[in-house]
């Protein structure tokens, strides 16, 4: 099992452009999550999934999408980049909530 | 609101030395606390993770426990080694609010050879 997988590792973006985040993981979870980890800030949940076609707000949802329409896929789409949005991005898996969570390395984003 | 508290936010120690990190959070009614392991520029390793009903947890030289009651949780780390270097963050699946978990700002770990 490759685990879960982000693409890309690192990207720098203008404001106002536009990106998608990818996320896949192997392991036929269910319950899929996207976090932001700032210095001194801990990690903040974006949004997470319970299953395809399910998807909810986390702490820090604005200027973010996403869709779940497989159970492999949870991509995060930022709409119009903003240099507060510079951040490490990190995708998480698991069974079920109540189980141990699988994150994936992690996408560093620059917004000039 | 629902928090997690770690303190300190670093601790250095040397090579050797047995240490307890701590975790503390706001409302007890949770499904379950997990200790996680965060190299700089990595991703999460998940260490340890202890259901509700459970008041502990091990994993070779690491022991965690968890006090409801009091809104508690330490990790203990045996014998500690260089190789322990690392943020250490500790999570939080509350019962009420969002179905997620919520993290602690970390505990940077330096054991000094």
């Known amino acids: 099992n490759a685990g879960v997988t982000q693409t890309p590792k690192f990207q720098v973006l203008k404001t106002g452009q536009s990106m998608t985040l990818q996320c896949a993981q192997d392991m036929n979870h269910e319950y899929m999550s996207w976090y932001r980890q700032d210095p001194g800030m801990g990690l903040r949940l974006i949004h997470y999934?319970?299953?395809?076609?399910?998807?909810d707000q986390g702490e820090v949802p604005n200027g973010y999408n996403v869709s779940r329409s497989t159970t492999e896929d949870f991509p995060l789409r930022l709409l119009s980049a903003a240099p507060s949005q510079t951040s490490v991005y990190f995708c998480?898996?698991?069974?079920?909530?109540?189980?141990?969570?699988?994150f994936g390395p992690g996408t560093r984003l620059l917004v000039l | 609101k629902q928090e997690v508290t770690q303190i300190p936010a670093a601790l250095s120690v040397p090579e050797g030395e047995n240490l307890v990190l701590n975790c503390s959070f706001t409302d007890s009614a949770i499904y379950n606390l997990q200790w996680f392991r965060q190299d700089p520029g990595k991703g999460l390793t998940s260490l340890l993770l202890?259901?509700?009903?459970?008041r502990e947890q091990t994993s070779g030289r690491l022991n965690a426990s968890l006090d409801k009651s009091s809104g508690r949780s330490t990790l203990y780390i045996a014998a500690s080694q260089p190789g322990d270097s690392a943020t250490y963050l500790c999570?939080?699946?509350?019962?009420?609010?969002?179905?997620?978990?919520?993290f602690g700002s970390g505990t940077r770990l330096q054991v000094q050879p």
């Open positions: 202890i259901q509700s009903s459970q």
């Open positions: 999570a939080v699946y509350f019962h009420t609010g969002r179905r997620a978990l919520t």
């Open positions: 999934s319970v299953g395809a076609g399910i998807t």
């Open positions: 998480a898996s698991s069974p079920l909530l109540q189980e141990t969570q699988y």
